[in-house]
T-cell receptor
Framework: AQKVTQVQTEISVVEKEDVTLDCVYE???????LFWYKQPPSGELVFLIR??????QNEISGRYSWNFQKSTSSFNFTITASQVVDSAVYFC??????????????FGTGTQLKVEL | NAGVTQTPKFQVLKTGQSMTLQCAQD?????MYWYRQDPGMGLRLIYY???????DKGEVPNGYNVSRLNKREFSLRLESAAPSQTSVYFC??????????????FGDGTRLSIL
C-alpha cells in the first residue's frame, strides 16, 4: 500500500516570508513519481511539478523549490518570499510506476497556506 | 484550449435522486479519472478508465457507476444519492495509462450537495 502524509494542516505566514510545506510518502516500489498540485481559492487543481524516484536533484522554478530526499522519503516544497497569490491548498501526490491499469495518484490531505499582508 | 470540462459546476439533489456528472477532455488523453474531495481527506479516487473501453474501481467506488462513452468523455453516475455523497467531484485525464508518470490534468470541479 502507498501513503502520502502532509502533517501541516494549515500554515499562516506574512508576505515575503519563506515557507516550507512538508510531504512524507510510503511505498514499497523502487520506481515511483511524486507530484505537487496547487488548489487556489477558485477551486481548480494546478499541476506544479513531477519528480521521478531515480532523480534526486532538487529543482527550482522562480520562487518555488523542491527538495526530494529518498533517504527520508520526503518531497518538501519551499516558497521563497511568499506572496498573497500563493495562498492556496497544496497537495502532494504519489504514483507507483509499476502499478498497472491507470496512472492512479494517491494524494495527501493537503496543506492550507495563508499568506497575509 | 478547454482541457478538461466538467458539467454541471453546482448541483443540489434530494436524497434518493439520481444524477450524472459529465466530463470531457480535448487533449486526446487515454486515461480518465473521477475523484471526490472532502474536507481534511484530500482527493480520493472513485473510478478510473485506463483507456477507452475499460473502467476500474478506485478507493471509494460504492454508490457510483461510470461510463467511458468514448475517448473524450467519462461520466459519473449517482443512482440513488445519499447525504454522504455531498462533496466536490473532480474529473482528470492523463496522457498515458502507465509508465512515465505523466501529470493528471483536472477539471474545475462539480460542487454537489445532497439534502
Amino acid at each position: 500500500a502507498q501513503k502520502v502524509t502532509q502533517v501541516q494542516t494549515e500554515i499562516s505566514v506574512v508576505e515575503k516570508e519563506d515557507v516550507t510545506l512538508d510531504c512524507v510518502y510510503e511505498t514499497r516500489d523502487t520506481t515511483y513519481y511524486l507530484f505537487w498540485y496547487k488548489q487556489p481559492p477558485s477551486g481548480e487543481l494546478v499541476f506544479l511539478i513531477r519528480r521521478n524516484s531515480f532523480d534526486e536533484q532538487n529543482e527550482i522554478s522562480g520562487r518555488y523549490s523542491w527538495n526530494f530526499q529518498k533517504s527520508t522519503s520526503s518531497f518538501n516544497f519551499t516558497i521563497t518570499a511568499s506572496q498573497v497569490v500563493d495562498s492556496a491548498v497544496y497537495f502532494c501526490a504519489l504514483r507507483n510506476a509499476l502499478t498497472g491499469g491507470g496512472n492512479k495518484l494517491t494524494f495527501g490531505t493537503g496543506t492550507q497556506l495563508k499568506v497575509e499582508l | 484550449n478547454a482541457g478538461v470540462t466538467q458539467t454541471p459546476k453546482f448541483q443540489v439533489l434530494k436524497t434518493g435522486q439520481s444524477m450524472t456528472l459529465q466530463c470531457a477532455q480535448d487533449m486526446n488523453h487515454n486515461s480518465m479519472y473521477w475523484y471526490r474531495q472532502d474536507p481534511g481527506m484530500g482527493l480520493r479516487l472513485i473510478y478510473y478508465s485506463a483507456s477507452e473501453g475499460t473502467t476500474d474501481k478506485g478507493e471509494v467506488p460504492n454508490g457510483y457507476n461510470v461510463s467511458r462513452l468514448n475517448k473524450r468523455e467519462f461520466s459519473l453516475r449517482l443512482e440513488s444519492a445519499a447525504p454522504s455523497q455531498t462533496s466536490v467531484y473532480f474529473c482528470a485525464s492523463s496522457e498515458v495509462p502507465v509508465g512515465v508518470g505523466q501529470p493528471q490534468h483536472f477539471g474545475d470541479g462539480t460542487r454537489l450537495s445532497i439534502l
